[in-house]
């Protein structure tokens, strides 16, 4: 071979070309996770970090981090990425890749992107979305609630021009348009994730079992009903108002789906969520109860699909109702720390599945009594800001019986206390308030005065209420019928 035919060896350093990237690489010895060499770019963010570990001087972690995909690419000889959020809210797209040397010894070649300003621009497309469900949220809202002041308006002035023969149908319509709203402000703050809420420990096929006959009821004749559901018990932590509202809405969804009759199937039962779908659907692994509800439905097409969890889609005619739906249950079932999956086609019906963390014991489930628990002339202390609130749950109270005390915050309800002979029976607090909320107020009753009970009211809370020592927490939530706060008064003097 004459010189001429001779390979030629390249006329560039390849310590040359790492430098010249624009991510950092380094050559990380795989035994020990200690840096060897780092390029230019690495060395310019990171400085020098040769002979440290990996872990310790990147993460800064004492022992391989969780996130790291080493081994895989050891075993594998494949590339292997991950993207990492670092404590310092910096994020890092990571690749591994296995390299052999001439002398034999092998090698990682770890080569580390900085995708922060990218996930914030992520971050903020994101934001914008929302921000445009919330304004149709808003949209939704201002025509519904404007729909049921309308009828509250004119019920009220037909009452206030003395219209005898429409008086019992005129409060009956504001009874009817107060309930909406209520319902309607219920759904709304499960929505948004800020609803106060009483989980308990419930089976839920006793549940179900309950609200078969609601259901029917709901679906009515024209549609069969089957209920299937585990003959093990379906143990989950939430709600119970909570379960009856995503009944109720998957029940008329299937319904307005089947307008010709059909066939409605509840079942339910206990499943694995294994760690990869746990993390698409941003939950936990575990253990989780499924309640299923397949209808023999029109279908939904998939145009529709993509915004079933948006607040107001109009997804139904014009006068068929634009209420949260779905949302609603979807802001449920997340605050539970579960998920939902939609499955359908058109004219082949839908499928909904809502998954719950699966708890470990279960209670019996025992139906609330309906009637309201008689007063003993007990004195109660009602604190709320709102005047006209706090003038309307008194008078309820004085009704059934009780003696009533009034403070205007937690600040005026302490000095009240201060100022009476004897102390009351019970502190019937709304939990946000101006100066003092209802969790510091009840915390200075309880340091000085153990013996009286303490129950909170609220309808919209960012606070997380919690039991103070050993007692246990007693809440009810706004709006509330006179039979509900004397009922839950009588249940918590008595606790």
């Not at 990237?21 to 690495?42: C, K, L």
């Not at 052999?100 to 092998?106: A, F, I, L």
């Not at 109009?314 to 068929?320: L, P, V, Y």
């Not at 499955?343 to 963390?357: F, K, Q």
Request: proline share 6%; glycine share 8%; net charge negative.
């Amino acid at each position: 071979m004459s010189r001429s035919e001779l390979p030629m060896r390249p006329s560039y350093d390849p310590q040359s070309l790492l430098n010249a990237q624009p991510v950092m690489v380094a050559v990380i010895d795989p035994a020990s996770y200690t840096i060897q060499f780092q390029n230019e770019t690495g060395l310019q963010r990171l400085g020098s970090l040769a002979g440290r570990t990996c872990y310790e001087a990147i993460a800064g972690s004492p022992s391989p981090c969780a996130f790291c995909k080493m081994p895989q690419a050891l075993s594998t000889g494949e590339v292997t990425v991950n993207e990492v959020c670092l404590p310092n809210k910096q994020h890092l797209l990571v690749q591994w890749s296995k390299a052999d040397t001439q002398d034999g010894r092998t090698h990682i070649i770890e080569t580390i992107t900085d995708v922060t300003a990218q996930k914030r621009l992520e971050e903020a497309a994101q934001k914008a979305e929302k921000m445009e469900a919330l304004s149709r949220l808003a949209g939704g809202m201002a025509h519904d609630i404007n729909n049921l002041l309308t009828v509250i308006l004119c019920a009220s002035e037909r009452i206030a021009h003395g219209v005898k023969k429409s008086t019992g149908e005129s409060v009956r319509q504001i009874h009817g348009a107060v309930n909406r709203a209520a319902e309607l402000t219920r759904r709304l703050v499960a929505f948004s994730h800020h609803q106060m809420v009483q989980p308990s420990l419930l089976d839920l096929n006793v549940v179900l079992e309950e609200l078969t006959a609601q259901i029917c009821s709901l679906v009515g004749k024209g549609i069969s009903l089957e209920m299937a559901l585990d003959a093990k018990p379906a143990p989950v932590l939430v709600d119970r108002q909570q379960i009856e509202h995503i009944v109720t809405v998957l029940g008329s969804n299937a319904r307005d789906a089947m307008p010709n009759g059909g066939c409605l199937k509840v079942s339910t039962a206990t499943v694995a969520v294994k760690e990869e779908t746990a993390k698409e659907q941003a939950v936990k692994p575990g253990a989780y109860v499924q309640l299923i509800v397949r209808d023999t439905g029109c279908g939904i097409l998939p145009e529709v699909q993509a915004h079933l969890f948006e607040p107001f889609f109009a997804r139904k005619g014009e006068g068929s109702g634009r209420g949260l739906g779905l949302p609603s249950v979807y802001g449920m079932v997340r605050q539970n720390g579960g998920f939902i999956l939609v499955i359908s086609e058109r004219d082949a019906g839908t499928e909904v599945i809502v998954a719950l963390p699966r708890s470990e014991l279960v209670q019996p489930v025992l139906p609330a009594s309906t009637l309201p628990v008689s007063a003993g002339g007990e004195t109660i202390l009602v604190v709320e800001d709102d005047e006209d609130v706090r003038m309307a749950v008194s008078d309820m109270l004085k009704i059934a019986g009780y003696t009533v005390r009034e403070a205007s915050d937690g600040m005026d309800a302490l000095q009240r206390l201060r100022e009476m002979t004897s102390p009351p029976h019970l502190v019937l607090t709304d939990v946000m308030m101006p100066r003092m909320t209802g969790p510091q107020l009840a915390k200075q009753i309880y340091s000085t005065m153990p013996a009286i009970q303490i129950l909170y009211m609220s309808g919209y809370t960012d606070c997380i209420l919690e039991p103070v020592g050993d007692r246990k927490l007693s809440f009810i939530r706004k709006p509330f019928t006179a039979a509900e706060l004397t009922r839950k008064v009588g249940e918590t003097l008595k606790a």
